[in-house]
Structures are given as structure tokens and as C-alpha cells.
């Protein structure tokens, strides 16, 4: 028996179930690209910024805006870009393009979600649907006849959607699982890489600080004397 019949076997449900499955499968390949891109660059970007910042900030604001294509680059440079800020600014920026770059990785996580809570429950339906037209067309005197053998045949046939619909749920679960560890593994490299770049934007807004202090002995007057 080959997957068209399968499917023909299947009943009404199967046409849902391929929805889901198409829809399915074309978020995983889009998720699978975009990862493919950036999970062996961003530490590198990352280090490459950090690095720079410890020598000359413009440095490493250019290699952070090299690196536009990338989430990092752009988490980076949204704080790097800014001209003098204050450090309470600068952390703020940082933030912002966290969370703006993590729900860029966090896209199709709503769709898996839907097709992994619908595809039992379809698949569950096909198989119910079934069983109500196997067991509505079988009569007492027909029990130990050919038509009560058919009947079996009939449920056998129904259960195909329930299998269908968990192996949708299934693979649509695994990858699901997968994407998450992702962006669960690049919000622990945001948050390192920015209380590293933040760690030395203060001690530079520091240093700067005390050079451009004036100490008080220099600007008060003497008292004068009657």
C-alpha cells in the first residue's frame, strides 16, 4: 500500500492533516536555514567586538556594523552607534535589541505549537468519523459473515489518520524542542556578550569621568580677610 492510498484511506481528515503537515514542514526548512547562518558566527562576531572595544570603541562599532546581517552584529551595534550615551542608555539599547532579535529567533514557534496541539486531535476525529461509519453499516445478523469482516477491515483503515496526525505531532514536537535550545543557547550569548561590552563602557565612562573632573580646591575662592 503506497502513501496515495494511505491517504485515500485515511478519510475527510487527512486533508487537514496535510495542511498542517505542509505548513509543518515549510517553517522547519525556513528555521533550519536561518540557524544554518548564524549558530557558528555569533560568538566569533561577538568576540571580534569585544575585543576591538578593550583597544578603541570606533573599532569595534565598525566591525559591529559589518556584521549587520547577523543578529549579533545588530544587538551590538544598536548601543555601539550611539554617540556618548549615558550608561543607563547604553544598557537600555542593549535590551531593546535583545528582546527585538530574540523574537526574530522565536518566529514559526506559533505555528509548530498549533500543528503539534491540532494534529492528534484531527487524527483522533478521522479515526472517531470512521468507526461511526464501519459500526452504522454492520447488523447483528451480519456478525460472523463477510460483511462484519469488512467492518474490521473499515476500522483498521480509520485508525490511519490517528497515526497520521501523531507523526505530524511528533516530528513537529522534535524540532520544535530544537529551535527552542537555540534560542535558548543565543539568549545566554546576548547576555554575556552584552554585561561584557557593558562592563567596559562603564569603566571607560568612568576613566572619562574622572579626567574631565575638576577638583574642587582649583574653582573655590579664598576667603577674604576684613
Known amino acids: 500500500m503506497n502513501i496515495t492510498e494511505l491517504f485515500a484511506r485515511g478519510g475527510i481528515a487527512m486533508w487537514p492533516l496535510l495542511l498542517l503537515s505542509v505548513l509543518a514542514f515549510g517553517t522547519i526548512i525556513e528555521r533550519i536555514w536561518f540557524w544554518s547562518r548564524i549558530l557558528t558566527r555569533e560568538r566569533e562576531v561577538a568576540g571580534r567586538v ?4 578593550r583597544r578603541e570603541w570606533s573599532a569595534a562599532a565598525e566591525i559591529a556594523q559589518r556584521a549587520n546581517s547577523l543578529p549579533m552584529g545588530r544587538f551590538l551595534q544598536a548601543a555601539l552607534k550611539l554617540e556618548t550615551p549615558d550608561p543607563e542608555v547604553f544598557r ?3 535590551e531593546t535589541a535583545a528582546n527585538e532579535e530574540l523574537a526574530t529567533m522565536r518566529r514559526g514557534e506559533k505555528v509548530l505549537e498549533a500543528v503539534i496541539a491540532l494534529s492528534p486531535l484531527l487524527g483522533l476525529l478521522g479515526t472517531v468519523l470512521g468507526l461511526i461509519n464501519s459500526l452504522g453499516s454492520i447488523q447483528l445478523s451480519d456478525l460472523g459473515s463477510d460483511a462484519a469482516a469488512g467492518t474490521a477491515l473499515g476500522i483498521g483503515e ?3 489518520s490517528t497515526a497520521a496526525g501523531l ?4 516530528v513537529g514536537l522534535a524540532f520544535f524542542r530544537l529551535f527552542q535550545g537555540f534560542v535558548f543557547g543565543q539568549a545566554k550569548v546576548f547576555r554575556q556578550s552584552g554585561s ?4 567596559l563602557y562603564r569603566q571607560a565612562w568612568a576613566n572619562r569621568s574622572d579626567k574631565d573632573a575638576v577638583p574642587l580646591s582649583a574653582t573655590a575662592k579664598p576667603l577674604e580677610t576684613p
Not at 569585544?50 to 572595544?53: G, L, N, P, R, V
Open 50 to 53: 569585544i575585543e576591538a572595544a
Open 92 to 94: 537600555l539599547a542593549l
Open 158 to 160: 480509520a485508525l490511519i
Open 167 to 170: 507523526v505530524i505531532a511528533i
Open 196 to 199: 561584557e561590552l557593558e562592563l
